[in-house]
């Protein structure tokens, strides 16, 4: 539905970015991550067309978004980083705006938002917060469904609970078929809402992952306390286990780190053999995961 191929764009001074390509399959939402200044926004500015890309090419359905614009307009909703509001409008007249520009003549879906994002319509939006100026860009990008929807940080400004709903406005569309990019700094929106994500950094993607995949690859870190030390070592020894010993504090038995993916079985069985008196276990999430790609140099 949507394709990125060899997308180059250099700014003076030399940033930009360097052959970015990736697609995004019809119904799919996909991830966009990267530290600021990556070029995540360079990237959606090309996918809408907005910019002429130095080299390469971004399709939306089949068509070009730079030579064909207009028609994939159209059949895609966007919500800019920052949206650009005319002065001494309201929620309302911005969205009678927009929905005129795009042809939308049936209100619901519109009224069903603005139900959704509680938010009120008639007040002018050089008084609004800079979370419901987010909400009135949310309405106008989904209110036509579209195709394609593009979000650039969609949830910045938005408090918890409005994330959550968010969320949840975002999975009714991918259940109705919609295809997403979203770029975004949340690692919670990214494991409630994508299949894959891109992870970009100097403007290059370094990776490309499948969410669930990862998800099902989590794995849980069991910090064991021994008896003594020498129990310790014949764990460590005889267990068969991803095992490292961890750095003892004042007080504390002595203790190991053990990694386990998926199967307990030998870890419950390995441990009884000995007196153990402490157990913490932790789940290496997906935040964890993605930071090691953000530190990290090269690429996929
Ligand atoms: N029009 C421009 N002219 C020159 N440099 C630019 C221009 N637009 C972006 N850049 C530079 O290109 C790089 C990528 O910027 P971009 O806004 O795409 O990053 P981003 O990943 O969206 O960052 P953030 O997470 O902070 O929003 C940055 O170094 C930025 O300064």
Same mark, same amino acid.
């Given at each position: 539905?949507?394709?990125?191929? $060899?997308?180059?764009?250099?700014?003076?001074?030399?940033?930009?970015?360097?052959?970015?390509?990736?697609?995004?399959?019809? &119904?799919?939402?996909? &991830?966009?991550?990267?530290?600021?200044?990556?070029?995540?926004?360079?990237?959606?500015?090309? *996918?809408?067309?907005?910019?002429?890309?130095?080299?390469?090419?971004?399709?939306?359905?089949?068509?070009?978004?730079?030579?064909?614009?207009?028609?994939?307009?159209?059949?895609?909703?966007?919500? /800019?980083?920052? *949206?650009?509001?005319?002065?001494?409008?309201?929620?309302?007249?911005?969205?009678?705006?927009?929905?005129?520009?795009?042809?939308?003549?049936?209100?619901?879906?519109?009224?069903?938002?603005?139900?959704?994002?509680?938010?009120?319509?008639?007040? /002018?939006?050089?008084?609004?917060?800079?979370?419901?100026?987010?909400?009135?860009? *949310?309405?106008?990008?989904?209110? $036509?469904?579209?195709?394609?929807?593009?979000?650039?940080?969609?949830?910045?400004?938005?408090? /918890?609970?409005?994330?959550?709903?968010?969320?949840?406005?975002?999975?009714?569309?991918?259940?109705?078929?919609?295809?997403?990019?979203?770029?975004? $700094?949340?690692? /919670?929106?990214? %494991?409630?809402?994508?299949?894959?994500?891109?992870?970009?950094?100097?403007?290059?993607?370094?990776?490309?992952?499948?969410? $669930?995949?990862?998800?099902?690859?989590?794995?849980?870190?069991?910090?064991?306390?021994?008896?003594?030390?020498?129990?310790?070592?014949?764990?460590?020894?005889?267990?068969?286990?991803?095992?490292?010993?961890?750095?003892?504090?004042?007080?504390?038995?002595?203790?190991?780190?053990?990694?386990?993916? &998926?199967?307990?079985?030998?870890?419950?069985?390995?441990?009884?053999?000995?007196?153990?008196?402490?157990?913490?276990?932790?789940?290496?999430?997906?935040?964890?995961?993605?930071?090691?790609?953000?530190?990290? %140099?090269?690429?996929?």
């Amino acid at each position: 539905m949507l394709t990125v191929e $060899h997308l180059t764009k250099t700014f003076p001074g030399g940033k930009g970015i360097f052959d970015v390509s990736f697609s995004v399959k019809q &119904g799919e939402v996909f &991830g966009f991550l990267g530290p600021n200044g990556a070029g995540k926004s360079t990237t959606i500015r090309h *996918i809408m067309g907005f910019m002429k890309p130095d080299q390469g090419v971004v399709k939306i359905g089949g068509l070009d978004t730079w030579k064909e614009q207009g028609k994939v307009q159209s059949m895609v909703g966007y919500l /800019p980083g920052e *949206i650009a509001f005319f002065d001494g409008m309201t929620g309302k007249s911005f969205l009678d705006f927009m929905a005129k520009m795009q042809g939308v003549k049936e209100p619901s879906k519109r009224n069903h938002l603005i139900e959704l994002l509680q938010f009120d319509v008639d007040t /002018p939006i050089r008084k609004m917060s800079k979370g419901m100026k987010q909400k009135v860009g *949310i309405v106008a990008a989904f209110m $036509h469904e579209p195709a394609v929807i593009i979000l650039d940080e969609p949830t910045s400004g938005l408090d /918890p609970l409005m994330q959550k709903v968010f969320i949840e406005i975002v999975l009714a569309e991918k259940a109705r078929g919609t295809t997403f990019l979203m770029s975004s $700094h949340s690692f /919670p929106e990214i %494991e409630r809402t994508c299949d894959r994500a891109a992870i970009i950094k100097d403007g290059r993607i370094i990776a490309v992952k499948n969410i $669930h995949e990862l998800q099902s690859m989590q794995r849980k870190l069991f910090e064991v306390t021994f008896g003594d030390v020498s129990e310790m070592r014949a764990f460590i020894n005889t267990s068969g286990l991803q095992v490292e010993p961890v750095a003892q504090d004042s007080g504390s038995g002595p203790r190991v780190r053990v990694a386990v993916q &998926g199967n307990y079985d030998r870890f419950v069985s390995e441990t009884a053999k000995y007196r153990v008196s402490n157990i913490d276990i932790s789940t290496q999430n997906l935040e964890d995961i993605f930071m090691n790609y953000y530190d990290r %140099e090269g690429t996929a």
